[in-house]
Nanobody, 122 residues
């Protein structure tokens, strides 16, 4: 069992930066692939980024490439999403997730956090 708690969301202006954190419970954090997804009002939850256990493999959705960076600190049981040059269309509830296989699909992830709100004003 893995419990995930996101933090770091907030209200920012377009062009600003935020760093989201996702703290995981349990001693097997390093065994899990960690992903970030987001859901805007009235829309489905979409893939944002994912990172494998070692940090050596990272995937991003096209709309955030070059602006967002995913990283993890296995000693701290934490995964991060550094978001730069934020745009109004990045506004959403951001969720972190843990799974066994690196994937862009929600169904590949077994554990989910409660989400953190990111609001970007234009």
């Amino acid at each position: 069992q893995v419990r995930l708690v996101e933090s770091g969301g907030g209200l920012v202006q377009a062009g600003d930066s935020l760093r989201l954190s996702c703290a995981a419970s349990g001693r097997t954090f390093g065994n899990y692939v960690m992903g970030w997804f987001r859901q805007a009002p009235g829309k489905e939850r979409d893939f944002v980024s994912t990172i494998n256990w070692s940090g050596g493999t990272k995937l991003y959705t096209d709309s955030v490439k070059g602006r967002f960076t995913i990283s993890r600190d296995n000693a701290k049981n934490t995964v991060y999403l550094q978001m730069n040059s934020l745009k109004p269309e990045d506004a959403a509830v951001y969720y972190c997730a843990a799974g066994r296989t690196i994937s862009v699909y929600e169904s590949s992830y077994d554990y989910w956090g409660q989400g953190t709100q990111v609001t970007v004003s234009s």
